[in-house]
Protein backbone atom coordinates (compact mmCIF):
# COMPACT_ATOMS: atom_id res chain seq x y z
CA UNK A 1 0.00 0.00 0.00
CA UNK A 2 0.84 3.42 -0.78
CA UNK A 3 1.90 5.70 2.18
CA UNK A 4 2.12 9.45 2.53
CA UNK A 5 5.17 11.13 4.30
CA UNK A 6 2.88 11.79 7.33
CA UNK A 7 1.43 8.15 7.58
CA UNK A 8 5.35 6.73 7.50
CA UNK A 9 5.86 9.35 10.07
CA UNK A 10 3.02 7.86 12.14
CA UNK A 11 4.32 4.54 11.28
CA UNK A 12 7.66 5.49 12.75
CA UNK A 13 6.01 6.40 16.66
CA UNK A 14 6.58 9.97 15.82
CA UNK A 15 2.89 10.97 16.90
CA UNK A 16 3.20 8.55 19.47
CA UNK A 17 2.53 4.84 20.78
CA UNK A 18 -1.12 4.66 20.47
CA UNK A 19 -1.66 6.67 16.91
CA UNK A 20 0.98 4.00 16.33
CA UNK A 21 -0.76 1.25 16.83
CA UNK A 22 -3.90 2.30 15.15
CA UNK A 23 -2.24 3.04 12.01
CA UNK A 24 -0.41 -0.75 12.19
CA UNK A 25 -3.64 -2.25 12.09
CA UNK A 26 -5.04 0.12 9.54
CA UNK A 27 -2.17 -0.91 7.45
CA UNK A 28 -2.35 -4.69 7.92
CA UNK A 29 -5.64 -4.76 6.67
CA UNK A 30 -4.98 -3.28 3.82
CA UNK A 31 -2.20 -4.93 2.68
CA UNK A 32 -4.48 -8.10 3.36
CA UNK A 33 -7.19 -6.70 0.75
CA UNK A 34 -4.10 -4.99 -1.46
CA UNK A 35 -5.65 -1.82 -0.79
CA UNK A 36 -3.31 0.96 -3.40
CA UNK A 37 -3.80 3.81 -0.19
CA UNK A 38 -5.41 4.73 2.68
CA UNK A 39 -8.23 7.90 2.27
CA UNK A 40 -10.42 10.34 4.55
CA UNK A 41 -12.87 9.25 6.61
CA UNK A 42 -15.41 11.70 8.51
CA UNK A 43 -16.96 9.53 11.06
CA UNK A 44 -16.65 6.51 12.77
CA UNK A 45 -18.75 4.08 14.62
CA UNK A 46 -16.88 1.75 17.50
CA UNK A 47 -19.05 -1.39 18.37
CA UNK A 48 -17.66 -1.36 21.90
CA UNK A 49 -18.64 -4.22 23.95
CA UNK A 50 -16.71 -4.47 27.47
CA UNK A 51 -15.02 -7.01 26.68
CA UNK A 52 -11.52 -8.38 27.64
CA UNK A 53 -10.26 -7.87 23.56
CA UNK A 54 -11.94 -4.57 23.59
CA UNK A 55 -10.48 -2.93 26.78
CA UNK A 56 -7.03 -4.17 25.19
CA UNK A 57 -7.27 -2.24 22.33
CA UNK A 58 -8.80 1.16 23.38
CA UNK A 59 -6.11 0.83 26.50
CA UNK A 60 -3.53 0.15 24.41
CA UNK A 61 -4.55 3.65 22.23
CA UNK A 62 -5.59 5.70 25.24
CA UNK A 63 -2.55 4.62 27.23
CA UNK A 64 -0.91 5.78 24.28
CA UNK A 65 -1.91 9.16 24.02
CA UNK A 66 -4.28 8.70 20.84
CA UNK A 67 -7.10 11.14 20.14
CA UNK A 68 -10.44 10.62 18.16
CA UNK A 69 -9.42 12.60 14.70
CA UNK A 70 -13.20 12.61 13.07
CA UNK A 71 -16.36 12.12 15.48
CA UNK A 72 -16.06 8.23 16.64
CA UNK A 73 -19.39 7.00 18.41
CA UNK A 74 -19.59 4.20 20.74
CA UNK A 75 -21.78 1.26 21.04
CA UNK A 76 -23.84 0.49 24.64
CA UNK A 77 -21.66 -1.59 27.10
CA UNK A 78 -23.99 -1.51 30.55
CA UNK A 79 -25.09 0.77 32.69
CA UNK A 80 -22.71 -0.27 35.75
CA UNK A 81 -24.21 1.56 38.85
CA UNK A 82 -27.63 0.78 37.66
CA UNK A 83 -27.45 -3.22 37.37
CA UNK A 84 -25.20 -3.78 40.16
CA UNK A 85 -27.64 -2.00 42.73
CA UNK A 86 -30.12 -4.31 41.46
CA UNK A 87 -28.54 -7.51 40.67
CA UNK A 88 -25.68 -9.06 43.22
CA UNK A 89 -24.81 -11.58 40.72
CA UNK A 90 -23.39 -9.61 38.43
CA UNK A 91 -18.96 -10.54 38.92
CA UNK A 92 -17.06 -7.90 40.28
CA UNK A 93 -13.83 -7.87 37.66
CA UNK A 94 -17.24 -7.77 34.99
CA UNK A 95 -17.53 -4.28 36.23
CA UNK A 96 -13.96 -3.13 36.27
CA UNK A 97 -13.67 -4.57 32.74
CA UNK A 98 -16.97 -2.38 31.77
CA UNK A 99 -15.40 0.78 33.79
CA UNK A 100 -12.14 0.56 32.38
CA UNK A 101 -13.18 0.54 28.80
CA UNK A 102 -15.91 3.32 29.17
CA UNK A 103 -13.10 5.20 31.03
CA UNK A 104 -10.48 4.73 28.07
CA UNK A 105 -13.17 5.34 24.98
CA UNK A 106 -13.39 8.76 26.80
CA UNK A 107 -9.81 9.27 26.85
CA UNK A 108 -9.33 8.80 23.16
CA UNK A 109 -11.97 11.39 22.62
CA UNK A 110 -14.22 9.51 21.28
CA UNK A 111 -18.49 10.68 21.60
CA UNK A 112 -19.99 8.40 24.25
CA UNK A 113 -23.00 7.65 22.60
CA UNK A 114 -23.15 4.10 24.13
CA UNK A 115 -25.54 3.52 21.33
CA UNK A 116 -26.16 0.60 18.88
CA UNK A 117 -28.07 2.95 16.15
CA UNK A 118 -25.75 6.27 16.58
CA UNK A 119 -26.99 7.00 12.79
CA UNK A 120 -30.14 7.89 14.07
CA UNK A 121 -28.91 10.74 16.38
CA UNK A 122 -25.60 10.90 17.76
CA UNK A 123 -23.67 10.27 14.57
CA UNK A 124 -25.31 10.61 11.66
CA UNK A 125 -23.38 10.26 8.20
CA UNK A 126 -24.89 11.73 5.07
CA UNK A 127 -25.31 10.36 1.12
CA UNK A 128 -22.14 10.10 -0.43
CA UNK A 129 -19.69 10.32 3.30
CA UNK A 130 -16.69 7.64 3.48
CA UNK A 131 -16.82 6.06 6.94
CA UNK A 132 -15.58 3.24 9.37
CA UNK A 133 -18.62 2.34 11.01
CA UNK A 134 -19.21 -1.34 12.65
CA UNK A 135 -22.15 -2.90 14.53
CA UNK A 136 -24.61 -5.41 12.57
CA UNK A 137 -27.39 -3.08 11.80
CA UNK A 138 -25.49 0.30 11.71
CA UNK A 139 -22.74 -0.95 8.63
CA UNK A 140 -25.95 -2.28 6.19
CA UNK A 141 -28.47 1.00 7.43
CA UNK A 142 -25.12 3.65 6.56
CA UNK A 143 -24.36 1.92 3.19
CA UNK A 144 -27.91 0.93 2.07
CA UNK A 145 -30.58 3.51 3.90
CA UNK A 146 -28.45 6.60 3.77
CA UNK A 147 -25.68 5.87 0.66
CA UNK A 148 -22.30 6.56 2.84
CA UNK A 149 -20.00 3.61 2.41
CA UNK A 150 -18.42 1.70 5.10
CA UNK A 151 -17.18 -1.75 5.42
CA UNK A 152 -17.79 -4.44 7.91
CA UNK A 153 -15.38 -3.00 10.34
CA UNK A 154 -14.92 -4.45 13.87
CA UNK A 155 -14.72 -2.41 16.75
CA UNK A 156 -11.25 -2.20 16.67
CA UNK A 157 -10.50 -1.00 13.27
CA UNK A 158 -13.28 0.93 13.06
CA UNK A 159 -11.84 2.89 15.93
CA UNK A 160 -8.23 2.87 14.94
CA UNK A 161 -9.68 4.50 11.47
CA UNK A 162 -11.45 6.95 13.91
CA UNK A 163 -8.02 7.83 15.60
CA UNK A 164 -6.41 8.21 12.05
CA UNK A 165 -9.18 9.75 10.38
CA UNK A 166 -8.34 7.57 7.41
CA UNK A 167 -9.27 4.02 6.09
CA UNK A 168 -7.54 1.79 3.62
CA UNK A 169 -9.67 1.85 -0.05
CA UNK A 170 -10.92 -1.49 -0.33
CA UNK A 171 -14.36 -3.34 -0.10
CA UNK A 172 -17.10 -1.72 -0.25
CA UNK A 173 -15.36 1.94 -0.67
CA UNK A 174 -14.75 1.06 -4.52
CA UNK A 175 -17.61 1.15 -6.54
CA UNK A 176 -17.79 -2.41 -8.42
CA UNK A 177 -17.60 -4.15 -4.99
CA UNK A 178 -21.21 -2.27 -4.20
CA UNK A 179 -22.98 -4.34 -6.77
CA UNK A 180 -25.53 -6.51 -5.81
CA UNK A 181 -25.52 -9.75 -6.07
CA UNK A 182 -28.72 -11.70 -5.49
CA UNK A 183 -32.60 -10.81 -6.61
CA UNK A 184 -34.67 -11.03 -3.81
CA UNK A 185 -38.41 -10.77 -4.91
CA UNK A 186 -40.38 -9.97 -2.41
CA UNK A 187 -44.18 -11.37 -2.89
CA UNK A 188 -44.87 -11.58 1.35
CA UNK A 189 -47.00 -8.88 2.57
CA UNK A 190 -45.05 -6.91 4.84
CA UNK A 191 -47.20 -4.96 7.45
CA UNK A 192 -45.26 -3.62 10.15
CA UNK A 193 -41.65 -3.68 11.65
CA UNK A 194 -41.82 -7.43 12.59
CA UNK A 195 -42.54 -8.77 8.99
CA UNK A 196 -39.07 -6.82 8.00
CA UNK A 197 -37.42 -8.59 11.16
CA UNK A 198 -38.40 -11.68 9.57
CA UNK A 199 -37.51 -10.85 6.04
CA UNK A 200 -34.13 -9.88 7.12
CA UNK A 201 -34.10 -13.23 8.69
CA UNK A 202 -34.81 -15.32 6.02
CA UNK A 203 -32.70 -13.03 3.75
CA UNK A 204 -29.57 -13.12 5.90
CA UNK A 205 -29.95 -17.14 6.58
CA UNK A 206 -30.32 -17.82 2.41
CA UNK A 207 -27.70 -15.40 1.17
CA UNK A 208 -25.25 -15.78 3.76
CA UNK A 209 -22.95 -13.17 2.11
CA UNK A 210 -23.47 -10.91 -0.33
CA UNK A 211 -25.50 -7.74 -1.52
CA UNK A 212 -29.36 -8.64 -2.54
CA UNK A 213 -31.38 -6.54 -4.62
CA UNK A 214 -35.12 -6.42 -3.30
CA UNK A 215 -38.34 -5.37 -5.92
CA UNK A 216 -41.57 -6.04 -4.83
CA UNK A 217 -42.07 -3.68 -2.43
CA UNK A 218 -44.97 -1.53 -2.79
CA UNK A 219 -44.42 1.06 0.25
CA UNK A 220 -41.59 3.45 1.70
CA UNK A 221 -40.22 1.33 4.42
CA UNK A 222 -39.74 3.36 7.44
CA UNK A 223 -37.06 3.55 9.56
CA UNK A 224 -37.42 1.07 12.14
CA UNK A 225 -38.67 -1.59 9.42
CA UNK A 226 -35.00 -0.95 7.71
CA UNK A 227 -33.16 -0.65 11.02
CA UNK A 228 -34.76 -4.09 11.64
CA UNK A 229 -34.01 -5.53 8.36
CA UNK A 230 -29.86 -4.11 8.37
CA UNK A 231 -29.98 -5.90 11.89
CA UNK A 232 -31.28 -9.21 11.70
CA UNK A 233 -30.10 -9.53 8.21
CA UNK A 234 -26.26 -8.89 9.13
CA UNK A 235 -26.80 -12.05 12.11
CA UNK A 236 -28.51 -14.92 10.51
CA UNK A 237 -25.83 -13.67 7.49
CA UNK A 238 -23.67 -11.17 6.82
CA UNK A 239 -25.27 -8.91 4.74
CA UNK A 240 -23.13 -4.93 5.12
CA UNK A 241 -25.23 -3.87 1.81
CA UNK A 242 -28.28 -4.51 0.38
CA UNK A 243 -30.55 -2.39 -2.22
CA UNK A 244 -34.36 -1.32 -2.68
CA UNK A 245 -34.21 0.45 -5.93
CA UNK A 246 -37.02 3.37 -5.93
CA UNK A 247 -36.59 3.07 -1.97
CA UNK A 248 -32.76 3.27 -0.83
CA UNK A 249 -30.54 6.04 -2.91
CA UNK A 250 -27.53 4.61 -4.29
CA UNK A 251 -29.49 2.99 -7.49
CA UNK A 252 -32.74 3.78 -8.92
CA UNK A 253 -33.22 0.98 -10.96
CA UNK A 254 -32.56 -2.91 -10.01
CA UNK A 255 -30.55 -2.62 -13.19
CA UNK A 256 -28.41 0.20 -12.11
CA UNK A 257 -28.34 -1.73 -8.46
CA UNK A 258 -27.03 -5.05 -10.20
CA UNK A 259 -24.16 -2.53 -12.11
CA UNK A 260 -25.48 -4.19 -15.81
CA UNK A 261 -24.73 -7.39 -14.80
CA UNK A 262 -26.82 -10.34 -13.87
CA UNK A 263 -28.01 -11.60 -10.83
CA UNK A 264 -25.49 -15.00 -9.21
CA UNK A 265 -28.62 -16.09 -7.93
CA UNK A 266 -32.85 -15.24 -7.95
CA UNK A 267 -35.11 -16.01 -4.51
CA UNK A 268 -38.56 -15.06 -4.26
CA UNK A 269 -39.81 -14.24 -0.48
CA UNK A 270 -44.15 -15.19 0.29
CA UNK A 271 -46.03 -15.39 3.08
CA UNK A 272 -45.31 -18.93 3.46
CA UNK A 273 -41.24 -18.21 4.22
CA UNK A 274 -41.92 -15.55 6.68
CA UNK A 275 -44.40 -18.22 8.63
CA UNK A 276 -41.65 -20.83 8.53
CA UNK A 277 -39.29 -18.36 9.87
CA UNK A 278 -41.70 -17.22 12.81
CA UNK A 279 -41.87 -20.81 13.12
CA UNK A 280 -38.86 -21.63 14.02
CA UNK A 281 -38.31 -19.25 16.39
CA UNK A 282 -40.89 -19.95 18.84
CA UNK A 283 -38.42 -21.89 20.52
CA UNK A 284 -41.04 -22.89 23.76
CA UNK A 285 -44.18 -21.44 25.04
CA UNK A 286 -46.09 -20.62 28.57
CA UNK A 287 -45.09 -19.02 31.24
CA UNK A 288 -42.24 -16.05 30.81
CA UNK A 289 -39.85 -15.08 33.38
CA UNK A 290 -39.08 -11.55 31.28
CA UNK A 291 -39.82 -9.61 28.36
CA UNK A 292 -36.78 -7.97 26.64
CA UNK A 293 -36.99 -4.98 24.13
CA UNK A 294 -34.38 -2.80 22.18
CA UNK A 295 -32.21 -5.15 20.35
CA UNK A 296 -30.91 -2.86 18.41
CA UNK A 297 -32.15 0.34 20.73
CA UNK A 298 -35.48 1.34 20.24
CA UNK A 299 -36.21 4.43 18.50
CA UNK A 300 -38.11 7.02 20.38
CA UNK A 301 -41.08 5.91 17.77
CA UNK A 302 -41.17 2.52 19.20
CA UNK A 303 -40.74 3.92 23.03
CA UNK A 304 -44.04 5.35 22.52
CA UNK A 305 -45.22 2.52 21.11
CA UNK A 306 -44.47 0.27 23.88
CA UNK A 307 -46.25 2.96 25.87
CA UNK A 308 -49.17 2.97 24.06
CA UNK A 309 -49.82 -0.80 24.13
CA UNK A 310 -49.11 -0.65 28.29
CA UNK A 311 -51.54 2.57 29.07
CA UNK A 312 -53.58 1.76 32.25
CA UNK A 313 -52.74 -2.25 32.18
CA UNK A 314 -49.81 -3.96 34.97
CA UNK A 315 -47.50 -6.07 34.23
CA UNK A 316 -47.92 -9.49 35.75
CA UNK A 317 -45.85 -9.46 38.99
CA UNK A 318 -43.79 -12.57 38.24
CA UNK A 319 -42.38 -10.79 35.09
CA UNK A 320 -39.97 -8.40 34.28
CA UNK A 321 -40.43 -5.79 31.51
CA UNK A 322 -36.97 -4.22 29.92
CA UNK A 323 -36.78 -1.71 27.13
CA UNK A 324 -33.33 -0.79 25.93
CA UNK A 325 -32.69 2.72 24.36
CA UNK A 326 -29.92 5.53 23.89
CA UNK A 327 -29.65 8.46 26.48
CA UNK A 328 -30.89 10.53 23.84
CA UNK A 329 -34.25 8.74 23.13
CA UNK A 330 -34.62 8.04 26.87
CA UNK A 331 -34.47 11.72 27.88
CA UNK A 332 -37.22 12.78 25.20
CA UNK A 333 -39.23 9.87 25.86
CA UNK A 334 -39.20 11.19 29.43
CA UNK A 335 -40.10 14.42 28.89
CA UNK A 336 -43.09 13.48 26.72
CA UNK A 337 -44.15 11.08 28.79
CA UNK A 338 -43.31 7.49 27.84
CA UNK A 339 -40.87 6.46 30.30
CA UNK A 340 -44.02 7.54 33.21
CA UNK A 341 -46.34 5.81 31.25
CA UNK A 342 -44.23 2.51 31.21
CA UNK A 343 -42.51 2.80 34.76
CA UNK A 344 -46.32 3.04 36.30
CA UNK A 345 -47.06 -0.35 34.33
CA UNK A 346 -44.02 -2.01 36.03
CA UNK A 347 -41.53 -1.69 33.03
CA UNK A 348 -38.32 -0.38 33.17
CA UNK A 349 -36.67 1.82 30.29
CA UNK A 350 -32.46 1.64 30.37
CA UNK A 351 -29.63 3.01 28.71
CA UNK A 352 -26.20 2.36 27.82
CA UNK A 353 -26.91 -0.87 28.14
CA UNK A 354 -26.80 -4.17 25.02
CA UNK A 355 -28.48 -7.24 25.53
CA UNK A 356 -25.22 -9.39 24.81
CA UNK A 357 -23.60 -7.99 28.64
CA UNK A 358 -23.06 -9.54 31.83
CA UNK A 359 -25.51 -7.05 33.09
CA UNK A 360 -28.52 -9.74 32.95
CA UNK A 361 -26.47 -12.84 34.57
CA UNK A 362 -29.93 -12.84 36.42
CA UNK A 363 -31.72 -14.33 33.52
CA UNK A 364 -29.32 -16.90 32.57
CA UNK A 365 -31.74 -19.88 33.88
CA UNK A 366 -35.31 -18.02 32.71
CA UNK A 367 -37.50 -17.79 29.91
CA UNK A 368 -37.89 -14.33 28.26
CA UNK A 369 -39.72 -13.30 25.35
CA UNK A 370 -38.33 -10.39 22.96
CA UNK A 371 -39.02 -8.90 19.23
CA UNK A 372 -35.64 -9.36 18.06
CA UNK A 373 -34.17 -12.23 16.95
CA UNK A 374 -30.57 -10.76 17.91
CA UNK A 375 -31.62 -11.04 20.89
CA UNK A 376 -32.44 -14.36 21.21
CA UNK A 377 -29.28 -15.31 19.36
CA UNK A 378 -26.67 -14.19 22.35
CA UNK A 379 -27.72 -17.07 24.27
CA UNK A 380 -27.53 -15.23 27.13
CA UNK A 381 -30.70 -16.41 28.20
CA UNK A 382 -31.90 -20.48 29.05
CA UNK A 383 -34.58 -19.44 26.06
CA UNK A 384 -36.27 -16.64 24.34
CA UNK A 385 -39.23 -16.65 21.94
CA UNK A 386 -39.26 -14.06 19.88
CA UNK A 387 -42.41 -12.70 18.76
CA UNK A 388 -44.44 -9.39 17.85
CA UNK A 389 -44.42 -6.34 20.03
CA UNK A 390 -48.19 -6.79 20.84
CA UNK A 391 -47.62 -10.03 21.49
CA UNK A 392 -45.10 -9.51 23.84
CA UNK A 393 -46.77 -6.94 25.94
CA UNK A 394 -49.34 -9.14 26.49
CA UNK A 395 -47.58 -11.96 27.84
CA UNK A 396 -46.04 -9.41 30.19
CA UNK A 397 -49.47 -8.84 31.42
CA UNK A 398 -50.28 -12.34 31.77
CA UNK A 399 -47.06 -13.83 32.82
CA UNK A 400 -47.32 -16.32 30.09
CA UNK A 401 -46.78 -16.56 26.03
CA UNK A 402 -50.22 -17.56 23.90
CA UNK B 1 7.93 -38.77 2.51
CA UNK B 2 8.97 -38.30 6.00
CA UNK B 3 10.84 -35.45 6.81
CA UNK B 4 11.38 -33.57 3.31
CA UNK B 5 11.05 -30.52 3.37
CA UNK B 6 8.70 -27.92 1.46
CA UNK B 7 9.11 -23.99 0.79
CA UNK B 8 6.34 -22.15 -0.08
CA UNK B 9 5.99 -18.60 -0.91
CA UNK B 10 3.01 -16.71 1.18
CA UNK B 11 1.23 -13.09 1.36
CA UNK B 12 2.51 -11.46 4.99
CA UNK B 13 -0.97 -10.40 6.72
CA UNK B 14 -0.02 -10.06 10.59
CA UNK B 15 4.11 -10.43 10.91
CA UNK B 16 6.22 -12.96 13.03
CA UNK B 17 7.22 -15.78 13.31
CA UNK B 18 5.80 -19.03 14.60
CA UNK B 19 6.37 -22.77 14.24
CA UNK B 20 3.95 -25.98 15.42
CA UNK B 21 2.29 -29.04 14.49
CA UNK B 22 -0.23 -28.41 11.95
CA UNK B 23 -4.06 -28.58 12.71
CA UNK B 24 -6.00 -28.12 9.18
CA UNK B 25 -9.40 -27.47 9.70
CA UNK B 26 -11.73 -27.41 6.28
CA UNK B 27 -13.99 -25.68 8.02
CA UNK B 28 -14.26 -21.99 9.33
CA UNK B 29 -13.27 -21.41 12.76
CA UNK B 30 -14.76 -19.13 15.24
CA UNK B 31 -12.57 -19.18 18.20
CA UNK B 32 -15.09 -18.42 20.99
CA UNK B 33 -16.81 -22.01 20.27
CA UNK B 34 -13.28 -23.24 21.85
CA UNK B 35 -12.63 -23.63 26.09
CA UNK B 36 -10.50 -20.61 26.25
CA UNK B 37 -8.92 -22.44 29.26
CA UNK B 38 -7.14 -25.63 26.87
CA UNK B 39 -7.71 -24.38 23.56
CA UNK B 40 -10.28 -27.33 22.88
CA UNK B 41 -12.68 -27.04 20.07
CA UNK B 42 -16.15 -27.60 21.64
CA UNK B 43 -18.09 -26.73 18.63
CA UNK B 44 -20.04 -29.88 18.12
CA UNK B 45 -20.22 -31.60 14.93
CA UNK B 46 -17.07 -29.06 13.72
CA UNK B 47 -14.51 -31.21 11.85
CA UNK B 48 -11.93 -30.54 14.35
CA UNK B 49 -14.56 -31.32 18.06
CA UNK B 50 -12.33 -31.95 20.49
CA UNK B 51 -8.61 -31.29 18.92
CA UNK B 52 -6.68 -29.08 20.34
CA UNK B 53 -5.34 -25.35 18.75
CA UNK B 54 -2.85 -24.67 21.80
CA UNK B 55 0.39 -24.04 19.94
CA UNK B 56 -0.36 -25.34 16.81
CA UNK B 57 -0.03 -23.15 12.95
CA UNK B 58 -3.41 -23.54 11.93
CA UNK B 59 -4.75 -24.00 8.60
CA UNK B 60 -7.99 -23.14 7.66
CA UNK B 61 -10.13 -21.57 4.90
CA UNK B 62 -11.91 -18.78 7.09
CA UNK B 63 -13.24 -17.34 10.08
CA UNK B 64 -16.84 -17.27 11.12
CA UNK B 65 -19.08 -14.83 13.64
CA UNK B 66 -19.82 -11.92 14.51
CA UNK B 67 -16.65 -9.42 15.51
CA UNK B 68 -17.50 -9.26 18.90
CA UNK B 69 -17.20 -13.01 19.63
CA UNK B 70 -14.44 -14.11 17.44
CA UNK B 71 -11.74 -11.25 18.77
CA UNK B 72 -12.90 -11.88 22.24
CA UNK B 73 -12.62 -15.85 21.40
CA UNK B 74 -9.01 -15.85 20.23
CA UNK B 75 -7.67 -12.66 22.92
CA UNK B 76 -9.41 -15.45 25.66
CA UNK B 77 -7.15 -18.06 24.10
CA UNK B 78 -3.92 -15.87 24.00
CA UNK B 79 -4.40 -14.63 27.72
CA UNK B 80 -4.45 -18.49 28.97
CA UNK B 81 -1.16 -18.76 26.39
CA UNK B 82 -2.85 -21.20 24.43
CA UNK B 83 -3.78 -19.55 21.34
CA UNK B 84 -2.10 -21.39 17.67
CA UNK B 85 1.33 -20.07 16.49
CA UNK B 86 0.79 -19.03 14.07
CA UNK B 87 -2.39 -19.08 11.36
CA UNK B 88 -2.65 -20.21 7.43
CA UNK B 89 -6.00 -18.86 5.96
CA UNK B 90 -7.59 -18.73 2.48
CA UNK B 91 -10.27 -16.12 2.58
CA UNK B 92 -9.18 -13.60 5.16
CA UNK B 93 -11.46 -10.72 6.03
CA UNK B 94 -11.23 -7.54 8.48
CA UNK B 95 -12.31 -9.27 12.10
CA UNK B 96 -9.83 -12.23 11.68
CA UNK B 97 -7.21 -9.76 10.57
CA UNK B 98 -7.88 -7.44 13.94
CA UNK B 99 -8.18 -10.73 15.63
CA UNK B 100 -5.03 -11.76 15.14
CA UNK B 101 -3.59 -8.77 15.24
CA UNK B 102 -4.23 -7.97 18.52
CA UNK B 103 -2.97 -11.40 19.51
CA UNK B 104 0.28 -10.87 17.76
CA UNK B 105 0.14 -14.27 16.22
CA UNK B 106 1.56 -14.10 12.69
CA UNK B 107 -0.86 -14.60 10.20
CA UNK B 108 -0.92 -15.27 5.77
CA UNK B 109 -2.85 -16.03 3.00
CA UNK B 110 -1.88 -16.54 -0.74
CA UNK B 111 0.34 -19.22 -0.43
CA UNK B 112 1.77 -20.43 -4.04
CA UNK B 113 0.24 -24.07 -3.86
CA UNK B 114 -2.73 -24.80 -2.13
CA UNK B 115 -2.18 -25.44 1.75
CA UNK B 116 -4.99 -27.71 2.15
CA UNK B 117 -3.80 -30.37 -1.08
CA UNK B 118 0.41 -29.92 1.05
CA UNK B 119 -0.22 -29.66 4.84
CA UNK B 120 -1.66 -32.12 6.20
CA UNK B 121 -2.51 -32.98 10.32
CA UNK B 122 0.80 -33.67 11.91
CA UNK B 123 3.74 -32.02 9.70
CA UNK B 124 5.74 -29.71 11.32
CA UNK B 125 5.03 -25.50 10.28
CA UNK B 126 7.07 -23.02 10.33
CA UNK B 127 5.49 -19.57 9.37
CA UNK B 128 8.06 -16.52 8.97
CA UNK B 129 5.19 -13.99 8.07
CA UNK B 130 8.15 -11.41 7.94
CA UNK B 131 10.12 -13.39 4.63
CA UNK B 132 6.67 -14.80 3.27
CA UNK B 133 8.03 -18.06 3.81
CA UNK B 134 5.61 -21.31 5.12
CA UNK B 135 8.44 -24.55 5.84
CA UNK B 136 6.65 -27.91 5.66
CA UNK B 137 8.20 -30.90 7.14
CA UNK B 138 6.39 -33.63 6.51
CA UNK B 139 5.24 -35.37 9.34
CA UNK B 140 3.98 -38.50 7.76
CA UNK B 141 4.81 -40.22 4.20
Not at chain 1, 325 to 353: N, P
Not at chain 2, 36 to 62: C, M, Q, Y
Request: proline share 4%; net charge neutral.
Amino acid sequence: MHLTKEEERILKGESGEGTQKALELLVAIGDAYDAEKMIPISRAHAASSGQEGDLYFVELLANGGARCKVPTSTNPVYDIEYFHSLFEKIPKDEADVARRVMEAYKRVGAILSWSCIPYMAENIPLYGEIVAFSESSATPYVNSVIGASTNREAAQSALAAGVIGKTPKYGLHIKENRKGTHLVKVEASLKDEFDYTLLGYFVGKRISYGIPVLTGISRHPNTEELINFCAISNVSGAISMFYIPGFTLEASTVEEAFQSDKPKDKITVTDHELKQVYKELQTTSGKIDFVMLGCPHYTLKQVEEVARLLDGKKIHDDVSFWVCTSATTKMLAERTGYVGVIERAGGHVVVDTCIDEPCWIAYKDEVGMTDSPKCAYYRRFKDAIVARLEDCVEAAVKGKSK
Amino acid sequence: MKGSEISLKCHKIIGGYGEGEALVSHEPICFYLTDPKTGIVREKDHELAGKNLANKVLVFPSGKASSVVQIDGLFKLASYKVAPKAMIVKDVETVLIVSAFLVKVPLVDRLEKDPFEIIRMGDFVKVDAEKGRVIVTKGRS
